[in-house]
């Protein structure tokens, strides 16, 4: 039966989410401080679900984001072929069947997937969906001019081919043990190529359809303020009979995490409020209100610092800073990143800021539970972090309290996103570095610049114009395969990329493009498993990023809403079409 066979038999619970061909066999189809503003006059508040995402899109187009919040609003509009559930199991969205090898569907060598496709789906503009849509988002997300963020997941595709109107076949450059990847899940939402296909180049950002998309979803927008305000109404082509539920999507972006979760928990003005960073102890304090529930699920979610492995205050004869041209002054030492690894104090974080939603870590790979590698340890401490200082001789030879090397002081520009979780981090952080000699100046920037995909915004996560950046992020997918390939050399931001890639640190170990190589063809799932423990125990060793804390997913529902059902592969959004009012 070949080596894709060899694992069905025996131990299916165990590596359901080890290998992606397992789950195949295994699956079954299927701003300002917000207020909620009324509803508009000719529409029954029954009839609206009201949404809150404090940190506001600006984009909705899934293949030019780069912030989470641009992925969940363009996922109401927006489907893949499949995604996976809360379980690992495969749904299906635009696809008709799960692939397998008894279908035809996955090739025996691993070389190919093919995917049948539902019939009569339309476009919310009334036009058919087909296989040639399949094929153009390919196209489009593949042109280096696009600079898409989506890029990673598609990097084993060598064609795309429509076999018929309802059928795609995806090619790979070689066997390849993740074959659903792309077209699945977050980051495999198809878009229309009668839409899109006169913006497949270095105007993809010109796109109307980036702000006004058009989609096979539930809903379809109908108004967009970037950084405001999204209003959906319901998608009168879309194929289920009777859903959506709701006739009209408000989706009201600004203000902060703790107004989010007041406005769900206490005050009931609003059906859910995403990514609920407060403090525990003031969400235990307003779910006693009564209106609403906490829905707290553990996922891939790591919150980290990025070290800054290029220089961010020189800049090259184009302007371009964080340039790989110019090594950062001291980051570059290994006793330096490890020494602000030791002088970080987790558990404190954790136990003053997160409780029960969060989980100190040094790992980056956290999820499925099987690539949480066993092999790491963090540790906080202060004396071995001063120790490695001196001994990379960075010393404060002029009595000014920061140490200094060769007539350069060991200062750093430490940014994030404006929440009030993350800035007591950043206290927390500067305290400790501070006690060690290093000077620390903080920045704070709001979440729907720092997590936009504007290339010509320099305070974004990939432009990284400073010496430290904390964020969360992780894998998407079960098969973390291009999670991890976010930390190989080709992913680095740059210029010539629209720093559209997600490898911020700069980080770049040929040894650890290497182990991502191998699991990249590696066909036998221990194996693989083994390949992505020794990459996030080489970044750790590296000290390549900085682990803080596994978090959970945090959101706030209406005790009237039902039928949300999250999974950490995909949007909160993901099956929208069955949330309803009680």
């Given at each position: 039966m ?16 080890l ?14 401080t917000?207020?909620?503003?009324t ?29 989470t919040?641009d992925?969940?609003a363009?996922r ?5 072929l ?9 749904v ?9 090898q ?13 995917w ?5 789906v ?11 849509d399949v ?18 997941d598609?990097?084993a595709?060598?064609s795309?081919?429509a076999?018929?109107?309802h ?16 077209f ?8 229309p ?19 006004l ?34 006739k009209?999507?408000?989706l009201?972006?600004?203000g902060?995490?703790?107004s989010?979760?007041?406005a ?5 003005d609003v ?6 960073q407060?403090?525990?102890p ?10 609403g529930r906490l ?10 610092i ?7 205050n020189k800049?090259t ?8 041209e ?9 006793k ?15 136990q ?15 999820a499925?539970?099987?690539?949480n ?15 490695l ?14 140490r ?27 305290q400790?570095?501070t ?15 720092y ?7 320099p ?7 400073a ?10 997918n ?5 999670y991890m390939?976010?930390?190989t ?16 640190s700069r ?24 390949l992505f423990i020794k990459?996030?125990?080489l970044?750790?060793?590296d000290?390549?990023i ?15 809403l ?21």
């Amino acid at each position: 039966m070949g080596i894709f066979n060899k694992f069905y038999r025996g131990q299916i619970l165990a590596w359901s989410l080890l290998n992606i061909f397992l789950l195949a066999a295994c699956s079954s189809p299927q701003a300002e401080t917000p207020t909620t503003s009324t509803p508009a006059a000719n529409s029954n508040a029954n009839d609206t679900l009201r949404l809150l995402y404090w940190q506001a899109p600006t984009i909705l187009n899934p293949h030019l984001a780069q912030g989470t919040k641009d992925f969940e609003a363009s996922r109401i509009v927006y489907e893949p072929l499949a995604s996976f559930d809360k379980d690992g199991k495969l749904v299906l969205f635009l696809a008709a069947e799960i692939p397998t090898q008894e279908n035809g569907g996955i090739a025996k060598d691993g070389t190919s997937v093919t995917w049948k496709l539902k019939q009569g789906v339309k476009w919310s503009d009334g036009q058919s969906f087909t296989a040639a849509d399949v094929v153009f988002t390919y196209q489009f997300l593949s042109n280096s001019s696009v600079g898409a963020t989506t890029l990673a997941d598609y990097e084993a595709v060598s064609s795309v081919q429509a076999i018929d109107d309802h059928t795609v076949k995806i090619n790979f450059r070689k066997p390849n043990p993740a074959w659903s990847q792309p077209f699945v899940g977050l980051n495999g939402m198809i878009i229309p190529r009668h839409i899109f296909e006169k913006f497949n180049g270095s105007n993809a950002r010109e796109a109307p359809g980036n702000l006004l998309p058009v989609g096979t979803g539930p809903y379809k927008v109908v108004e967009f303020r970037p950084g405001d305000t999204i209003i959906y109404e319901a998608n009168s082509s879309f194929r289920e009979a009777n859903k959506p539920f709701f006739k009209r999507v408000e989706l009201k972006g600004g203000g902060d995490a703790t107004s989010a979760a007041r406005a769900v928990l206490q005050t009931g003005d609003v059906d859910y409020a995403w990514n609920l960073q407060v403090e525990s102890p003031i969400l235990k304090q307003l779910e006693a209100a009564g209106k609403g529930r906490l829905d707290i699920s553990f996922g891939s979610f790591v919150e980290r610092i990025a070290i800054n492995h290029t220089d961010p205050n020189k800049q090259t004869k184009d302007g371009e800073r964080s340039s790989l041209e110019f090594p950062h002054p001291f980051f570059q030492d290994i006793k330096v990143r490890q020494a602000f690894n030791y002088a970080i104090d987790r558990d404190t974080i954790n136990q003053q800021l997160y409780g029960v939603s969060g989980r100190p870590s040094a790992n980056v790979l956290v999820a499925p539970n099987i690539y949480n590698s066993p092999n790491t340890k963090y540790e906080f401490n202060p004396k071995k972090a001063a120790d490695l200082l001196d001994a990379a001789g960075w010393k404060d030879t002029n009595g000014n309290g920061i140490r200094d090397k060769n007539g350069f002081e060991m200062t750093v520009l430490f940014q994030t996103s404006v929440n009030p979780v993350r800035q007591k981090t950043q206290e927390i952080v500067k305290q400790a570095l501070t006690s060690i000699g290093v000077g620390v100046e903080l920045k704070s920037i709001d979440g729907s610049i720092y997590f936009s995909a504007d290339p010509s915004n320099p305070d974004t996560l990939g432009r990284f114009q400073a010496d430290l950046q904390m964020f969360s992020t992780g894998n998407s997918n079960p098969d973390p395969g291009a999670y991890m390939k976010s930390f190989t050399c080709d992913e680095i931001p740059q210029k010539k990329n629209n720093w559209s890639k997600s490898n911020y640190s700069r980080y770049c170990n040929p040894e650890y493009d290497q182990l991502w190589q191998q699991s990249n063809t590696e066909l036998n799932p221990e194996k693989r498993r083994q390949l992505f423990i020794k990459m996030n125990d080489l970044l750790f060793k590296d000290a390549a990023i900085i682990p803080l804390i596994a978090r959970a997913d945090v959101n706030g529902v209406s005790n009237r809403l039902v039928g949300v059902n999250l999974t950490p592969w995909d949007a909160d959004t993901w099956n929208i079409k069955d949330w309803q009012r009680k």
